[in-house]
């Protein structure tokens, strides 16, 4: 993977587990009455859970593309 696409995955992925924490302070403090709007508390749920789907079938198409570029790799040798 070039370094590019490494940096990007991984911004991606901080990015996900920080609106997930962020989501579920925040649904803990509406629970508790200190006044935060749930709208954005499902707002930031929502943006977690489409970070974690980009984050995973990115990393499932490069983990295919490796598993494909094996065998031809070994035909080469």
Do not use: K
């Not at 940096?7 to 200190?34: D, E, K």
């Not at 198409?61 to 070994?74: D, I, K, V, W, Y």
């Amino acid at each position: 993977m070039d370094p590019f696409a490494h940096c990007c995955l991984y911004a991606g992925g901080v990015t996900a587990w920080g609106a997930m924490v962020l989501s579920v302070l925040w649904a803990v403090n509406g629970i508790w009455g200190v006044g935060v709007d749930p709208g954005w508390a499902a707002v930031a749920v929502a943006w977690s859970v489409s970070f974690a789907a980009l984050l995973s079938a990115s990393l499932r198409s490069e983990s295919l593309q490796h598993l494909e570029a094996r065998p031809s790799e070994r035909s080469g040798e």
